[in-house]
T-cell receptor
Framework: DTAVSQTPKYLVTQMGNDKSIKCEQNLGHDTMYWYKQDSKKFLKIMFSYNNKELIINETVPNRFSPKSPDKAHLNLHINSLELGDSAVYFC?????????????FGSGTRLTVV | RKEVEQDPGPFNVPEGATVAFNCTYSNSASQSFFWYRQDCRKEPKLLMSVYSSGNEDGRFTAQLNRASQYISLLIRDSKLSDSATYLCVVRVGARQLTFGSGTQLTVLP
């Protein structure tokens, strides 16, 4: 069974479109995250949710909106896509926020905006 | 200054070689430390946590020097399957993990 699953795996879309990426974890973890990995391979935190509440919102454009219907799901909606949004987006989860636990990552969504 | 800095490499080493990666972090309040491995076009995966006393997992040894804010990873007897990007990762208190940009390793036959 996949621990953290993201869909879709690949997403190619035109500038100006709105798209969503879905993430689900079956590990019973309390906290979920969205990270963006750009062309230089740098992983940067975007959002973190703990028990359905947003606890970190890094300085990302407000075109990006996370939504968490329950603690097993964290979706990412992106409005008015721009060329610079092209990247790989990783969802992750962890056992306890603040504890010395690593994260389990999903396999990533490769977004290409054309 | 980046919060976590690594030499991007690439490191190209022959099979059987010993290779070491270094990492420095800027926030002295950092409390948790990890090495992650990321294969090409795959997700990062936890390789090992790093403890103050140093720790070993098979061919992999991690060291932490809090005074110098320095973390290292040593790989002995390199295998072809060790080829990947190695990410140095730190956490400050209850905050999220902060990743370095990674060091690329290629083990050559």
């Amino acid at each position: 069974d996949t621990a953290v699953s993201q869909t879709p795996k690949y997403l190619v879309t035109q500038m100006g479109n709105d798209k969503s990426i879905k993430c689900e974890q079956n590990l019973g973890h309390d906290t979920m995250y969205w990270y963006k990995q750009d062309s230089k391979k740098f992983l940067k935190i975007m959002f973190s949710y703990n028990n359905k509440e947003l606890i970190i919102n890094e300085t990302v454009p407000n075109r990006f909106s996370p939504k968490s219907p329950d603690k097993a799901h964290l979706n990412l909606h992106i409005n008015s896509l721009e060329l610079g949004d092209s990247a790989v987006y990783f969802c992750a989860s962890s056992q306890v926020e603040g504890a010395s636990y690593g994260y389990t990552f999903g396999s990533g969504t490769r977004l290409t905006v054309v | 200054r980046k919060e976590v800095e690594q030499d991007p490499g690439p490191f190209n080493v022959p099979e059987g070689a010993t290779v070491a990666f270094n990492c420095t972090y800027s926030n002295s309040a950092s409390q948790s430390f990890f090495w992650y491995r990321q294969d090409c076009r795959k997700e990062p995966k936890l390789l090992m946590s790093v403890y103050s006393s140093g720790n070993e997992d098979g061919r992999f040894t991690a060291q932490l020097n809090r005074a110098s804010q320095y973390i290292s990873l040593l790989i002995r007897d390199s295998k072809l399957s060790d080829s990947a990007t190695y990410l140095c990762v730190v956490r400050v208190g209850a905050r999220q993990l902060t990743f370095g940009s990674g060091t690329q390793l290629t083990v050559l036959p």
